[in-house]
């Protein structure tokens, strides 16, 4: 019997939401907030009645029967580190999203409303890898610095769904499996997924493996600390550099990789070499998490808008493909993960994790 979902991942100006009939989308909707809507609530969670009350709105003016849903998952948020999985939202799972665990970000919000909206109708609520998931092994975590151990912030959703999905298309488990998963989006995180773990990655959001269009990623440490003490710049300032202003912005001035694939191929010499050196610095990641597999990798998958650009693909196959073939899967289609996630579950192929 199929199984309906509703579908829910919140942004920080936006609610992007889906209804499916098992992996068959039926429609999705990206909500859009205004900044004045937004400033109205002083917290997250504050905007959980405004943000639900939409969705309703929404799916009333597409005459969809809420009643007819058998599960509502929404995008994980900022909750302590956990193992990936999809996790049914639990009384413990939902005080941590409220309160914000390891930060307020609207993603927070994905639970609050898949629990509320579930409860009213009498269907299970889950969320599903989110960006908190740590299955590092613990030599992984060392940076030479106690103080500042390196983290598991990465793009788990989508690696954990491509991994997995190139696994279902081998015929293997995903268990059984050493791969290597590259996310190319705003972002880069490079991850060694070993026996079902993702058991190290380049932290895909602040200081840790290649620059991406938003990020500036490792930097030199000597000249950052005199960045810092220089009195040129707040910490504010600083951190911009690194989240939101580094890499493409920084070079070129565009975060969009088909702007800078335009200048490449109008004979941009500046946009030429800084694409060459961003397919230069992730061929080093890949080849860095092969190391952590003894390598011995099975396949190398890569994903995220970037891999689109058929330019930076071949340049990291002519990089790394000694290492493991390619598969490549563009784009994240962060709302059917979600309801995958969901499904294995309701369908008894995994069983939920519990907070």
Not at 43 to 70: H, M, S, Y
Not at 119 to 128: N, T
Not at 159 to 181: C, F, M, S, T
Not at 185 to 195: D, P, W, Y
């Amino acid at each position: 019997m199929s199984i309906k979902s509703l579908i829910i991942n919140p942004g920080s100006t936006s609610t992007k939401i889906g209804v499916f009939e098992d992996e068959t989308l039926l429609f999705e909707e990206t909500l859009r907030h205004s900044t004045e809507e937004i400033a109205q609530y002083a917290t997250i969670a504050d905007q959980k009645d405004f943000r639900k009350n939409i969705i309703i709105n929404l799916l009333n003016e597409k005459n969809f029967d809420i009643k007819t849903l058998g599960m509502v998952v929404g995008r994980g948020g900022m909750l302590k580190p956990i193992p990936g999985g999809t996790y049914a939202v639990t009384d413990d799972l939902l005080n941590d999203l409220k309160i914000g665990k390891q930060g307020q970000h609207a993603s927070n919000l994905g639970g609050m409303l898949a629990r509320e909206i579930g409860d009213e109708i009498g269907v299970p609520s889950f969320i599903v890898d989110p960006v908190v998931v740590d299955e590092m092994c613990d030599v992984a975590r060392y940076s030479g610095v106690p103080e500042l151990p390196r983290t598991s912030v990465f793009h788990a959703l989508n690696q954990k769904a491509v991994a997995k999905r190139y696994a279902k298309e081998a015929g293997k488990n995903y268990g059984d499996l050493n791969l290597i998963v590259v996310h190319m989006g705003g972002g880069v995180s490079v991850g060694a997924h070993k026996a079902g773990k993702v058991i190290d990655v380049f932290n895909a959001l602040d200081g840790d493996g290649a620059f991406s269009p938003e990020r500036a990623g490792s930097a030199p440490v000597g000249a950052l600390i005199k960045m810092c003490f220089s009195g040129q710049y707040t910490e504010k300032e600083i951190y911009k550099k690194f989240v939101g202003g580094g890499g493409l912005n920084a070079y070129l001035g565009t975060n969009d990789m088909r702007d800078v694939e335009k200048m490449v191929n109008e004979g941009d010499a500046k946009a030429t070499e800084v694409r060459n050196a961003f397919i230069f610095q992730v061929a080093k990641d890949i080849g860095a998490m092969a190391c952590v597999l003894n390598g011995k990798v099975d396949q190398i998958v890569v994903t995220g808008g970037i891999a689109y650009d058929k330019g930076v693909v071949a340049g990291l196959k002519e990089a790394a493909e000694w290492i493991a073939p390619f598969t490549v899967y563009p784009g994240e289609d962060e709302l059917l993960a979600l309801a995958q996630g969901g499904l294995r579950v309701m369908n008894g192929e995994e069983k939920a994790m519990v907070y």
